[in-house]
Nanobody, 129 residues
Framework: QVQLVESGGALVQAGDSLRLSCTAS????????MGWFRQAPGKEREFVAA???????????DYADSVKGRFTISRDNANNTVYLQMNSLKPEDTAVYYC???????????????????WGRGTQVTVAS
């Protein structure tokens, strides 16, 4: 069982930046595709960003249209950590952000919740206007 732990959530002002982190203490994340999802009150959990695992190929990342150009997902396998850099935050970005791990072939990602086997408990991001 891969246990994921998110951190970095906070209350910020619109236009601010924030970096979320996701790590696992007992399992290497290097062979998982990693994703970030978010869930706002009263809404379904939605895809935010995902990054592939390498397997000797360049990393591939995908983003929801609502965050393209503002958010960047990255991974540091040496530190077993995945990041979500969030810039130009908007009030509509307010949500609980979840990290997730998926078995996907190297170089590819999934935007579907059902493809992710392991989930963290989430970290709250609140963007005040």
């Amino acid at each position: 069982q891969v246990q994921l732990v998110e951190s970095g959530g906070a209350l910020v002002q619109a236009g601010d930046s924030l970096r979320l982190s996701c790590t696992a203490s007992r399992h290497s994340l290097s062979t998982y595709a990693m994703g970030w999802f978010r869930q706002a009150p009263g809404k379904e959990r939605e895809f935010v960003a995902a990054i592939s695992w390498s397997g000797g190929m360049p990393y591939y990342a995908d983003y929801a249209d609502s965050v393209k150009g503002r958010f960047t997902i990255s991974r540091d396998n040496a530190n077993n950590t995945v990041y979500l850099q969030m810039n130009s935050l908007k009030p509509e970005d307010t949500a609980v952000y979840y990290c997730a791990a998926a078995w996907v072939v190297a170089g590819r990602v999934s935007v579907e919740r059902r493809d992710y086997e392991y989930w963290g408990r989430g970290t709250q991001v609140t963007v005040a206007s």
